[in-house]
Every structure is written in structure tokens, then in C-alpha cells.
């Protein structure tokens, strides 16, 4: 077996010359020896996995962050002077965050595991001369595989025979509606793959009729081992919130290294020891790190992780819960995501009149509302249009779930809301002969036995019944089919078509029983038909997205609808939606350079008949022009674009493996509404995140003034680097970790998504932390220099540590409101936080006055006067900026809270 199975165009060879060159015998297929040596040679039938990085290099990038890297320099500072206790304890709290935010990458990928699966299991074939199953990675080049309605295409092929059958290649193509296949060989030698209409594809899947199909490629050599490798060539970006924490830490690095450098110059210059210069840099270092950034960091976005878990969204990494806060456009694929990926009869003709359906899939709720309800159907029943739907068919209905063919579904629940109950009728009127349906011809005909008649019905493309009908069904019973009749009816078939619903047609006739012979030619009964109606079907919207969208639209999100449909259907689809923008396809974004479709890409709001390249390419565009843009899919063709997204959303139910391996977040429930869930979320914590960050920055502002300030004025530091490490850490951050759980704030979606490229200080923000900074040093210092002259040094040492720790306790309700007074209808919600303040308050005291604690932390007892004074100092911090807050309200313009610029 020569042939190169990779590059030949197999749609081109006929079925002789494809077994020719696959040296395979049809009746026998492959031997066991040639399969084995096939397997050989090509390998498995399976997607190359991406290798797994080790757990210790996945532990180790938990310290490639700067903020980490300055805390273990001055760890090993401490060392290297011999204060062997400060630099153990630093080391421990850098150890303790990076366990942490590891286990929790690692649970939530150990979460996703369950998804990962091929779809298809099992295949049979034909070896050695008999049909056996045998497992889909087995499936080698030559293979002779055997398909039925239902079954999953595990590789792709050469069909050798295809009577009657039709496949759904959505998960490859896009396309919605399954299409038909057949076994000639075709003339154009590099057609789309939608219309390669004698190839099977892997993970498509059939929907009726039967197939024999001849495997040409198996694993990464198919069209979806293809797509795969696409994904693996596309890298992984840098969500906002990562990028806005490396602007900040190295901002704070930078900070850090001159006011430790300028304090160790001036230390050395008024002659102090090098060791004792070196353990106040050491000191200053700990001080200007917020230690507790990356821990609670990571707690908020497991506890954000944690809640989309719970609305069915799973996500597979911890930044990407916050990526989706700052989604400014949405690329989402129609058929499964904004759609039910179920057929449903929507509008249609019968007896004179036109009518509308309600109710959407595969459910029987609903009814056949008629458009003018004062059209006269005195001699006519909805019976009359439902029983050629409910015979004529293939497929079934049950519990809900398709058997079958999903247009054939549409009319079997048509036929049920028009009164109809399939399965008895079935049984009244027994099927004795039928017509297949067949492209040539365009309809189907079933003959059926009732008494001394015998009833044909027939369902297919409106123009072929109406030319073999002789008469129609009008509200009077039924008519002779004159010129200004079918004129009519043509007007109505373009009616509908306008609407972008996929029109069948629907005809009987009845023959006398003792003129019928079922083995007889049927044909002769292909004619004189009465014409019944026309049903009009379509891919329903979810009845949830038009919501969700109108959401995003008030959150200022786009939402652009990418899909493999033709155009007409995709502009109705989104018009429905409330989808807003120019309607183009994938032909006309051929022809757009990369300026113009930069251009342009603002204006677009639904793309039809894309490749996976267009995806991929709007999705590029989206990025270049500043956008976060977050790609929703279910199918093979969308995963290229998913990966290229800032965020990938991929379905969980309907969703491929290729693609939910390709995403960020998987859907369990396949619902667009989730997305928005997810966005909500997403602002939240970034909110939640930004209040942290402005109460552990200004306690890092603080100390850092504090510590300057004292060595400038010829004071002895005032705080160890263990005291500054337990204010950053265990003081500030069960506090702030339950900042993390803060709730959403009213209107945060209305607001506009934040700018890429805003910083989380900006220089309003970064000024007012610094006025928190500056009290807490004032106050501080006054409380440490009377203590000073008072009690001694390692008193007023206890009581600085002290009066700084409380600060924190009262600034926290500074950092949970920005703008607006602390004290409010909220102020008691959160109670996470009082319980984390009091816990805070019991540790202090436990630290001042606990003997082996002392030992430690360098405190001695405290009076319960210089308790209430430095309780009454730190308030000031809180009690100030609700001054400030007052008088904005009082005298300044009112202060509209509108994300974090």
C-alpha cells in the first residue's frame, strides 16, 4: 500500500481507483496482517495529547513571580548577616504561597480530566471477510468501515456507498443542516470541505441512512488531527490580570530597591554598623512587598473558580475567572451556542392562510397559531398538514430526544402540535411501500393502508410537489390547482425562504386498494397529487441567549455570531437575537486586507460561511485593535479560535475534545447565559481584587513611611522583619481574603468594560493610598517616640507593632468602600470579615502578651490605656477619610463609579 495517504485528493479518485490505491478488496477488507502493518506504519487512531508539564516545574513557576523573587533576595540577606529566624520565617511564607497557588492549578485541571474522552469508541468493520467491531484507535489507512444512522465517523474516508445518507457536519464545518452525501467523484480538485460530498470526516456524524466507507487518514493525518495541530502551534497569552500584577510588582520592586538602597547609604553614613544597616534594608524590603498579593490573589480567583463551578462553568485556569471581567467582545458560533442545535418548524401555509409555531425543539409544547385568525377553515383541519409529516418520516421523537434525522424531528413535533400522535397513527395507517428520498428527485413518498384505500404522503422541495400536484387543499376542502393558485403558493415558498427557514412541502394522495400493488412500479403514482402546505424550519435561538446578549449589550460587550451557515440564515438568526452590524461572509472577508478588515471588523456583527482560518483571523484582528475577546464554541472548527482568544469557552455536553482541550473555560450546561454569569464574575473579582490591593498597599505605604521617616529622624526602627511579615500576612490577610468574597456592587453591569490598558493605581488612587500611608506613620511614630521616653525601647517597640496592627483593622472599611461612606446598609453583610477581624484582634493580643509568642516577636505587655489610645489613634485613619468622603458628597461633584479608571 503506496499511496500517501496525507496528501492525495481522494474526493477526486472514483470508488475503483480509491480501493485501487489503497490495494484493499471491498468484499473481504484488510487482513489482520495488513492492519497490523498499517497500524505500523501510521500509528494509532488518536489526537496527539500535549504533554503534561511535571508537577515540580509547574511548582516552580509559582516563584517566576518578581514580588516572590524580592522576598527571597532578602531572605537570603538575612541569612547572610546571621539573622537565621528572619530568614527562615520569610522563606516559609514564600514556600506556604507557592504550595498553595499550586494545589489549586492542580485541582482545577484534575476537575477537567472527567471531559477529556474521543467521542468515538468503538467502530465496525469489515476484516478478513467478516464484520467485527474492534476499538476506533485500531482503525489504520484501508479499513473498511460501516455506518449507520447515529453513529460518530471515527476517521476520515472515501465513501463507497451512501444510499439515502445524510451527515451533520457541524462540528466540522458549521454548517447546521446535515448534508447530503454521495459516491461519485468530484471534478475540482481542492473544493471546501463542506461540499466534499463524497468524504466522511472524523467526529461528524451520521444522521440517516447508510454508509460504507474506505479510512484514507487516521489521528493527526485527518482534517481534525489537523485542527489540532493548529491549536498547538497557536501560544498562550498573558491575561490582563497577570499583566497588570507584573506592571505592579515591578513598580513596587523598583520603589523597594531605592529607599532600601538610600536607607542602607544614609545608615552607613551616620556610622552605624554594616549588620545593623543590613537587617533594616532587610526589614524595608519585607515592608515595601505586599507578601499577602499573591496568595489572596490566588484565593479569590479558586473562590471565583469555585462559584462558576457551581453555575456549571469550569474553568482551567486561575487568571482566566477575571479575563472574562474584561471581555469586550464576544465571538460566539451559532449552531449549538446561540442556537438549540434543534430543528423546529417556525411559520408555514396551509389551506389559503399562513401560520406561525411556537414552542422551540424537540418538546411537544406548543401550537399552530394561525396569522389572521378570521381565515375560514370551516372544511379543513390542522390533521390534514400534521398526518404527511408524522408518516412520511424517517425518524422519531421520544422523551424529548431525537431518533434520527433532526428536520424529520421538526416535523414529527409539527405534526404533534397539529394534533397528531405519531406512534398511533403509525398503527392506524401501517407503511406498505415507499419512495426513498433521493437528491435527483428532492422528495419522499410513503404508502400506507387504510381500509379499502390506500394513502400516499409525500414531504420534499416545494417547486418539485408543486409541479406533480393537480389540486390543493383551500379552506373549502379541496380545489383544482389552477395558474393564480401556484403562482400563490411559489409567492408563499419565497416568503418563507426570505426569512431564511428551510421550506419543505407537504402532499397526498389517495388510490383505491384494489388498483395498488406494493411490488408494482410506484412511480406511476408520482403525480396527481393534492398539495397540502408548507412548513417553514428553522435552528431556534436559545430562549435565553436574546437575554444574555441585551446583557452584554448594557455591560457595553460585543457580541459578534461566527458561523458556517449561509448568509440569509445567519442575518435572520441574528436579527432575532438583536445582533446589531453588517452581515459578511467568509468570501468577502477574503477579499479584505489586514487594514481593511481592521477597519471594518468594528462595524461586523455577524459572519457567515467561515472557515476555520476566518475564526482565527477575526478573532486576531478583534486583539490588534485592544480588544479582550472571549471565542465560544462546540465543534472542531472552532478550537483554533478558541485557543487564539483571550479566553476560549468551549461546550461541555455538545463541545469536541479538541476543543475543550483548546479552551479556558468549559460549559456544562452549553448555555450562552452562562457566559455572562461568568463576565459578572469576572468584575466582581476584579473589584474585589482592586480592594485588596488598596488596603494591602496602603499598609506597605505605611510601613515603608514609617520606616523611613523613623530612621531619617535618628530613631530606632520601629517594627522587626517577623512583625512585618505577621502585619502582611497574618494580619492583613484574612481580612483581605474575605474582601474576596465581597459582593457584586449595584450597577457593575452597567458599567463599560475596564480598558486593557488601565492600571489598577492609577494616580487618584495611588495619592489617596498615600494619604492612609501618611496617617498611619504619623500616627505610629507619635505613639512610638512618647513610648520611647516613657517605658523604654522594647515597649514602645510592642506598642508601634501594635497601633500599626490596628490600623489595619480600620482601614479595611476604607479599602471596602472607595467612594461611598463605609458605614452603610452593608457594613454588617460580610460577615466572613468581622469574624476574620476578630480573629485578628485575639492573635494581636495573644502576640503582646503570650510569654512564648513574645520570645518570637520581640513584644512585652501592654497596659489597657495604651490599648485604648492606640485603638483610638488608628481610627483616625477610618474617621479622616470619611471626612474626605463627606465633604466630596457635600461640596463636590458627585463621584459616579463606572469600573476602575
Known sequence: MTADTQTRRWHCLSVAETTEALSVDTARGLSTAEAELQRRRHGENALDETKSRPHWLRF???????????????????????????????????????????????????????????????????????????EATELVPGDLVLLEAGDRVPADGRLLKAPNLEVDEAALTGESQPVGKSTPALDAADPPLAERLNMLYMNTVVTRGRAEMLVVATGMSTEMGQLAGLIAETPDAQTPLQRQLDTLGKRLAAIAGVIVTLIFVLDLTRGLPWTQAAITAVALAVAAIPEGLPAVVTVTLAIGMWRMAQNRAILKKLSAVETLGSTTVICSDKTGTLTLNRMSARAGWFAGARFSVDGDGYGAEGAILRDDPNAPTDEVDPIDLGRPMALCNESRVRNGELIGDPTEGALWVLARKAGIDPESEHARRPRIAEIPFDSAHKFMATFHHAGDQVELFVKGAPDVLLARASHWLSANGEQPLDAPTRERIEAENEHLASQALRVLAVARRTIPARDFEP???????????????????????????????????????????????????????????????????????????????????????????????????????????????????????????????????????????????????????????????????????????????????????????????????????????????????????????????????????????????????????????????????????????????????????????????????????????????????????????????????????????????????????????????????????????????????????????????
Open 519 to 901: 411490488t408494482d412500479d410506484l412511480w406511476r403514482w408520482a403525480e396527481g397529487w393534492t398539495f397540502l402546505g408548507l412548513a417553514g424550519l428553522m435552528d431556534p435561538p436559545r430562549p435565553e441567549a436574546g437575554e444574555a446578549i441585551a446583557r452584554c449589550r448594557e455591560a457595553g460587550i460585543r457580541v459578534k455570531m461566527i458561523t458556517g451557515d449561509h448568509k440569509l440564515t445567519a442575518e435572520a438568526i441574528g436579527r432575532e437575537l438583536g445582533l446589531t452590524g453588517e452581515v459578511v461572509t467568509g468570501a468577502e472577508l477574503d477579499a479584505m486586507d489586514e487594514s481593511t478588515l481592521g477597519q471594518r471588523i468594528e462595524d461586523i456583527g455577524v459572519i457567515a460561511r467561515v472557515s476555520p482560518a476566518h475564526k482565527v483571523r477575526i478573532v486576531k484582528a478583534l486583539k490588534a485593535r485592544g480588544h479582550v475577546v472571549a471565542m465560544t464554541g462546540d465543534g472542531v472548527n472552532d478550537a483554533p479560535a478558541v485557543k487564539a482568544a483571550d479566553i476560549g469557552v468551549a461546550m461541555g455536553l455538545t463541545g469536541t475534545a479538541v476543543t475543550r482541550e483548546a479552551a479556558t473555560m468549559v460549559l456544562m450546561d452549553d448555555n450562552f447565559a452562562t457566559i455572562v454569569r461568568a463576565v459578572e464574575e469576572g468584575r466582581v473579582i476584579f473589584d474585589n481584587i482592586v480592594k485588596f490591593v488598596r488596603f494591602q498597599l496602603s499598609t506597605n505605604i505605611g510601613a515603608i513611611l514609617t520606616v523611613l521617616a523613623a530612621t531619617l529622624m535618628g530613631m530606632p526602627t520601629p517594627f522587626t522583619a517577623i512583625q512585618l511579615l505577621w502585619i502582611n500576612i497574618i494580619m492583613d490577610g484574612p481580612p483581605a481574603m474575605t474582601l474576596g468574597v465581597e459582593p457584586a456592587r449595584p450597577g457593575i453591569m452597567r458599567a463599560l468594560p475596564r480598558r486593557q490598558d488601565s492600571q489598577i493605581l492609577t494616580l487618584k488612587r495611588l495619592a489617596l493610598l498615600g494619604i492612609y500611608g501618611t496617617t498611619m506613620m504619623a500616627g505610629t511614630l507619635w505613639l512610638f517616640q512618647d513610648a520611647l521616653a516613657t517605658h523604654g525601647e522594647a515597649y514602645a517597640l510592642t506598642l508601634a507593632f501594635t497601633t500599626f496592627v490596628l490600623f489595619q483593622f480600620f482601614n479595611v472599611f476604607n479599602a471596602r468602600s472607595e467612594h461611598g461612606s463605609a458605614f452603610n446598609r452593608h457594613f454588617f453583610s460580610n460577615g466572613k470579615l468581622w469574624l476574620a477581624l476578630g480573629a485578628v484582634l485575639a492573635l494581636q493580643v495573644l502576640v503582646v502578651h503570650w510569654p512564648e509568642a513574645q520570645a518570637v516577636f520581640a513584644t512585652t505587655d501592654l497596659s489597657a490605656e495604651d490599648w485604648l489610645k492606640a485603638a483610638l489613634v488608628a481610627s483616625s485613619v477610618l474617621l479622616l477619610d470619611e471626612g474626605r468622603k463627606w465633604a466630596q458628597r457635600r461640596y463636590g461633584p458627585r463621584y459616579a463609579h463606572q469600573g476602575l479608571a
Open 60 to 134: 516552580l513557576d509559582q516563584f517566576r513571580n518578581l514580588l516572590v523573587i524580592v522576598l527571597l533576595f532578602a531572605a537570603a540577606l538575612a541569612w547572610t548577616i546571621g539573622d537565621l529566624k528572619d530568614a527562615v520565617v520569610i522563606l516559609a511564607v514564600v514556600i506556604l504561597n507557592a504550595a498553595l497557588g499550586f494545589y489549586q492549578e492542580h485541582r482545577a485541571e484534575r476537575t477537567l480530566a472527567t471531559l477529556k474522552a474521543m467521542v468515538a469508541v468503538r467502530a465496525r468493520v469489515r476484516r478478513d471477510g467478516r464484520i467485527a467491531e474492534v
